[in-house]
């Protein structure tokens, strides 16, 4: 019979981007042949994760293992599956599997790729990785570039601006109780001071908004800027169409 060992990841490191601290469990199952093996094994998951975080459910069994096994296996938990989240790897004699979540791509394809590289030719390496929108991302691709609009020089929603931000408090409920900063933007007609104000009533209009939808009040903050930080050329009308914009930041 080969090995089998399971490693069940069920939490990220905190500055992957996905998820919050590094506190949840790690269990460890499957049979490997002998107790140094148990051990070594063992020790290697609790020195990456902390051994208060480690769950041993390994068993000690007949198994039949590739040349060389412990230490490639020693090889293969490394920092990078701290980047999984509610994933799991799997060994299986010189078959490993991958899965669970990351923050993007490159973290998916780099990941799999340290993995073969540290192994010899023999082993197999099945990628099933999947890449989670980041908090930022779900925010940026439910406004998808569209403009929040008011009335004119005023902090009234318009229909379509209510209708925007309809589909902005379910993209909010999905970031649980994630903090977002609601940043108002002005075009640069009109005095400064005016338009720092608007903006900062614009972005507590919004608020206003999406608490009434759901959104727990203290975790949104609101700011104005005025004109001063353009996203186009104010001296066109589409230009400074753009630039009345409301934006939503996740904050760290």
């Not at 991302?137 to 998808?144: C, I, N, R, S, T």
């Not at 977002?180 to 005016?194: C, F, K, P, Y």
């Amino acid at each position: 019979m080969k090995p089998a060992i399971v490693f069940a990841l069920a939490c990220l490191a905190a500055s992957s981007g996905i998820a919050g601290p590094d506190t949840g469990p790690v269990v460890v199952s499957g049979t490997v042949a002998d107790e140094a093996s148990k051990a070594g094994l063992l020790a290697r998951v609790r020195e990456l994760y902390g051994a208060g975080r480690v769950i041993d459910q390994l068993a000690i069994g007949t198994v039949s293992t590739p040349a060389n096994w412990d230490s490639h296996l020693q090889k293969l938990i490394g920092p990078n599956l701290k980047l999984i989240a509610h994933g799991q790897l799997k060994v299986d004699g010189n078959a490993v599997s991958l899965r669970g979540d990351v923050a993007n791509e490159a973290q998916r394809q780099q990941i799999a790729s340290d993995i073969a590289t540290s192994l010899n030719p023999t082993y197999t390496v099945n990628n099933g990785l999947r890449v989670v929108a980041s908090e930022q991302g779900v925010l940026d691709a439910a406004l998808a570039e569209r403009i929040i609009e008011f009335e004119s020089g005023k902090a009234t929603l318009t229909a379509s601006g209510m209708a925007i931000l309809d589909q902005m408090s379910v993209a909010l409920l999905k970031l649980k109780d994630k903090k977002v900063e609601l940043i108002g933007h002005t075009d640069n007609a009109g005095s400064r001071a005016g338009n720092l104000s608007l903006s900062q009533a614009r972005a507590e209009a919004v608020k206003a908004y999406v608490v009434g939808k759901g959104i727990k009040a203290e975790t949104i903050a609101v700011s104005g800027e005025g004109p001063d930080r353009p996203v186009a050329d104010n001296r066109s009308a589409e230009g400074r169409a753009r630039n009345r914009r409301i934006e939503f930041k996740v904050l760290q």
